[in-house]
């Protein structure tokens, strides 16, 4: 990596990714606050989904990776890592970016990580640093909300979207910003290689919050009356309208895509995968072995086009007891007409 890009976020690997808002509302979010390259990483998204990426891939926002788990039946390869080799997708990234960026961001396409110090990233986190030079990482408090959406890209307004968010009254936990010439690896809330001496730093909602932008209500928007808390607390209204018209000015480019213009939401995935996730485990479960996504059954849907990340091993056995499987190339798209897979 020959380019020096200051701030990089690693998003968590896409898989039956089928909510283009929120992907589309979390490209335009970062670019807006100063990221300079947004690194998504594809499992399996809708055909749409794909096409956006690969039209802010084109805007250099984002760099496009497919990213594959090795499928080899006679060891049970894909059981034996945890969720969908988040941590091999993650890191890769990571190691990937270091050289090049000051800071790295690593959070999910559905984490919106707002800092209140002005409208770029860059000064406060290098003031930070600055005054805590043995800084592990920068953490914030989260809070999930709800929002209204359009359901066809056509008719979405971002600005609409989130000048109806919700907060809900649940906390979770919050994703991390780590100094690159500090931390070794991560994973997705922390990091895991590091000098011991290094403590984190956290930020209150004061200062900085993450928005866990994860329910959307398709016309059915609920009145709540904590919104004008986030309204007035959280997210800055210039902040919010600026985000939207960047969206709009590249939004008569994307239409031109009949994939990303006849994008429609839809629910067939994402009920299962919380099934899914509850069946491994659960969210917040400490539990021996491999949650691996793999042990679950997800329905197929015939006619629904996906892209899907594939890439194909060659066995070498050295002894009887050494066997290599390589990899003949990287990992490449390919089209399934029956939705979407792992």
Partial sequence: MKE??????????????????????????????????????????????????????RERIIDLHYWSVPNIPELDSRLQLSTRDLAGSLNDCYLKYREAADFIIVHDVDDLIYIKHGSQFYPPLKQLWQENPLARSLNFSARTVEMESEKRFEQFSMLKSFNSMNILPDSITGKSIYNTSLIESVWIHWPTEYDRRLKSVTWNENN???????????????????????????????????????FENRKFIFESNKYIKEMESSMRYYSNIDECTLSIGGYDAKIFGCRSHYFCKIPRFPGIYCIESRQNYVK???????????SQKSPSPTLNKNGCSL
Avoid at 17 to 44: D, H, K, P, T
Avoid at 227 to 245: F, G, M, P, V, W
Avoid at 316 to 326: G, N, Q
């Fill in 316 to 326: 070498h056995v050295l002894t009887p007891f050494l066997t290599f499987y390589i």
């Fill in 4 to 57: 020096h890009l200051p701030i990089v976020s690693c998003v968590s690997s896409l898989f039956y990714a089928e909510r283009w808002q929120i992907v589309a509302m979390s490209i335009e979010w970062y670019s807006y606050f100063g990221v300079s390259r947004q690194a998504y990483y594809v499992l399996s998204a809708m055909i749409g989904i794909h096409e956006l990426l690969k039209a802010y891939d």
């Fill in 208 to 246: 900085a919050i993450l928005i866990h932008a994860r329910n959307f209500n398709f016309g059915k928007y609920s009145n709540s009356d904590n919104r004008d808390i986030l309204q007035e607390t959280i997210l800055d209204s210039k902040h919010a309208q600026k985000i939207n018209e960047n």
